[in-house]
Each structure stands twice: as structure tokens, then as C-alpha cells.
């Protein structure tokens, strides 16, 4: 970390840093742990033109707080300087998940999907990894998941040519797939990217969520993430389902969920993910 900035948040946080430590982590933006004489930080930085992306992280994470279902770090600033931009919170000290930990963690989500809205979306877009998000508003799932989700993705995996035009369903034939199995689904808060790097368990067993991507979506797409690389533990699992249980369509909802991540992950990462995104495409459209 450049000097300029290390003293520039020692006088926004009033404090002199003792030590910083390079925390590792993430794909995107540099992760650093701050130590002041009294407390722990933590600092994520990119270039200045990411400056949106933290704020809309920590709009985010102020949304879920704001809830008091789930904790979230305290954020206490994003801003530019010079030609970064940084997103400063406090530093969750924590610890590999126990049963009892994931049980926790299952029925404390839960209790945020039980947190609604008139409509599908948010009030703002923002970002998945380092792509946008849009959240325009929509009264219809089926709608809000085409438009804002799938749609989005095909087209740039198109433009990147990741995906040919043949292998990318249409608009229509989307939607009529999706009616069949998109049936009396209500908005609920998500996390957005809730994978096992944006979960945290603090050293006194209680859960945080970090680094979301929030809107109002079907509470499964937060299940059908955590399912996608390798799954969280099984009393998670027990305790979120006692609150929304499997119905017969869970299964086939999950693959189209992860679909948009699946496609995500082909326009960040490239071609390793042609394959499982191609064999869902297949097996629904």
C-alpha cells in the first residue's frame, strides 16, 4: 500500500496504523488487514473507476444490517484517493464453520429472505463480480429473471464469442420455460453471490455476510450459489429447508439459478465454463 494513502486513513480513522497485512481472497480488488493500537480494519482497493462498485457494496451491506437478521461488517468508508478507490470496514476475526455454526447460518438466512417487496429488483444496480447488474424493477419473476439476468449474460457471452447465436435460446422461448417452472414465487432480499468466500463465521460463532450483490429476487437463487462450488454443510441445509422446503421443480429451479452465475463466470473467466453452462442450456432450453 502506497504511503499517501496509509497515512490518509490513519487521519480518517483518527488512529495511527501500526500494520498493514495483505489479505488474500480476491479475484477482483486487493484486500489488506489495517491494525491500529485499539482495533482491526478491513481495506479493499482497485482504481479509482471501481469507486461504484464499493459504494454499492456498502449500500448493500448496510441493507442486510439494516434488516437485524444477519450481520455484516460496519462499513466506515468508500471513497476515491488519488487513483484508488477504497472501501474500509471493521475486520471480522474469524473461524471454519461448525455444525452448530451452519445451522445458525441456514436459519439467520432464512430469516433475510423473509424480508420482502412490492417488486422484483432494487431501487439501484450494481454489480456481479466485476460485471453490471441491473435490478430494474419488475411485478413478474419470470420477466425480472429473463430481462435482468439471463438475457444480459447471453447477449455478452455472444459479443464475446463464448456462446454462438444458435446456442443461445430466444427471449420467448426463455420465458415459456421459465413459466413452467416459476410458479407463486415472492420477492425476497438476497445476498446475490452468497458462494463460501461471503460467508464468514466471527470467533464467537456468529455468521457475517460480505461482498453481496442484493436485490429482490426467488430465495433459491442464494441456495442454488452455495450449491455451485461444493456446497456449504449439510445442517445448513436442514435448518434453511425447515423454514422453505423442497418442492418438486427445487431441483430444476436450482440449475436454471446457477445458469446465471455459470454464464457470469464464462464472461470473467473465459471458456473453463463453456461446458457446464452449455450442458444446462441444453438440458431446459
Not at 432464512?110 to 447488474?133: E, M, R, V
Not at 471458456?271 to 431446459?284: E, R
Request: proline letters at 3%.
Amino acid at each position: 500500500m502506497v504511503t499517501n494513502l496509509k497515512s490518509h486513513l490513519s487521519n480518517r480513522l483518527n488512529q495511527t496504523i501500526t500494520k498493514v497485512s495483505s489479505v488474500s481472497g480476491g479475484d477482483i480488488s486487493q484486500a489488506y488487514k489495517i491494525d491500529t493500537a485499539n482495533n482491526s480494519y478491513f481495506l479493499k482497493l482497485n482504481s479509482a473507476s471501481t469507486l461504484n462498485m464499493f459504494q454499492t457494496e456498502a449500500y448493500g451491506l448496510d441493507l442486510i444490517a439494516k434488516t437485524n437478521t444477519i450481520k455484516t461488517p460496519k462499513v466506515l468508508a468508500f471513497d476515491s484517493f488519488e487513483n484508488s478507490a477504497f472501501l474500509l470496514m471493521d475486520f471480522v476475526e474469524s473461524k471454519r464453520a461448525t455444525t452448530e455454526d451452519f445451522k445458525l447460518l441456514g436459519e439467520q438466512l432464512a430469516t433475510l429472505h423473509k424480508c420482502s417487496s412490492d417488486n422484483f429488483g432494487l431501487d439501484k444496480d450494481n454489480y456481479i463480480g466485476s460485471l453490471p447488474q441491473s435490478n430494474s424493477a419488475h411485478k413478474n419473476w419470470v420477466e425480472f429473471y429473463t430481462h435482468e439476468r439471463l438475457l444480459p449474460q447471453l447477449e455478452l457471452a455472444k459479443q464475446k464469442g463464448l456462446l454462438s447465436v444458435a446456442e443461445c435460446p430466444s427471449e420467448q422461448h426463455i420465458k415459456n420455460q421459465l413459466e413452467l417452472l416459476f410458479k407463486g414465487i415472492k420477492p425476497s432480499l438476497l445476498h446475490g453471490d452468497l458462494w463460501s468466500g461471503n460467508y464468514l463465521i466471527s470467533k464467537n460463532g456468529e455468521p457475517y455476510l460480505i461482498d453481496p450483490a442484493v436485490y429482490y429476487g426467488h430465495n433459491e437463487v442464494d441456495i442454488a450459489m452455495t450449491k455451485l462450488f461444493g456446497g456449504f454443510g449439510e445442517s445448513f441445509y436442514e435448518s434453511y429447508h425447515s423454514y422453505y422446503p423442497l418442492d418438486e421443480n427445487t431441483s430444476a429451479r436450482i440449475d436454471i439459478y446457477q445458469l446465471y452465475y455459470l454464464l457470469v463466470h464464462l464472461n470473467l473467466f473465459g471458456s473453463s465454463y463453456y461446458s457446464s453452462v452449455k450442458s444446462i442450456l441444453q438440458k431446459y432450453f
